[in-house]
């Protein structure tokens, strides 16, 4: 069972800021949240991943509520090459959930 | 250096036919994962190796799947007496326990078509 929702679709114009949201309720104290992305027909590419902080870097940022109950991957600038589905994972032991995931469509 | 590559890329088979699908994970990579992807829905966790301890099974769907990996290198996924519900892409990921993040990196995938 997927331990994260996400809503199914989302649009961003081509040059703004794309914010995806995530909700993961039931984390626990040690699991961390990725984020991964998979481009139409090729395997899953990872992007970001935290436990706490908000991080960064070259690729997306990731924002982390205080409670860690959700979190938003934000991609600054998208780009059309940024459209894919991304996925929002925490890991229960060995195994990561990727979920259905949320597609992105960045819209020149 | 090379990434994740599988074997075959395409695979049409006939309904109760047995098949295999090869995974070639990174060197070094003591982590290795495959998974199941149906179209337009999202990755179906199967099984997990990691290095020589027993593998975590918990995701195969049924007695029909079966999965080998000989130490840290090659991985077979063995799907007996196909069903047309076993069509779908098949996705195996490496990562290195040595890297805090856990990456898992992904093959390109088996497209498995039973027909």
């Known amino acids: 069972d997927a331990k994260t929702t996400q809503p199914t679709s989302m649009d961003c114009a081509e040059g703004r800021a794309a914010n995806l949201p995530c909700n993961h309720s039931?984390?626990?104290?040690?699991?961390?949240v990725y984020w991964y992305r998979q481009i139409h027909s090729q395997g899953p590419q990872y992007i970001i991943h935290g436990l706490k902080n908000n991080e960064t870097n070259e690729m997306a940022s990731l924002i982390i509520t205080e409670d860690r109950k959700s979190s938003t991957l934000i991609l600054p600038h998208a780009t059309l090459r940024d459209t894919a589905v991304y996925y929002c994972?925490?890991?229960?032991?060995?195994?990561?959930?990727f979920g259905s995931g949320t597609k992105l469509n960045v819209k020149p | 250096g090379a990434g994740v590559s599988q074997s075959p890329s395409n695979k049409v088979t006939e309904k109760g036919k047995d098949v295999e699908l090869r995974c070639d994970p990174i060197?070094?990579?003591?982590?290795l994962y495959w998974y199941r992807q149906r179209l337009g829905q999202g990755l179906e966790f199967l099984i997990y190796?990691?290095?020589?301890?027993?593998?975590?099974k918990s995701g195969l769907p049924s007695d029909r799947f079966s999965a080998e990996r000989t130490g840290e290198s090659v991985s077979t996924l063995t799907i007996q007496r196909t069903q047309q519900e076993d069509s779908a892409v098949y996705l195996c990921?490496?990562?290195?326990?040595?890297?805090?993040?856990?990456?898992?990196?992904f093959g390109p995938g088996t497209r498995l078509t039973v027909t």
């Open positions: 060197s070094g990579h003591t982590a």
């Open positions: 990921a490496s990562s290195s326990r040595e890297v805090r993040t856990y990456e898992q990196y």
């Open positions: 190796f990691q290095g020589n301890s027993a593998p975590d």
């Open positions: 994972i925490v890991k229960d032991f060995n195994k990561f959930y």
């Open positions: 039931t984390i626990s104290g040690n699991e961390y």
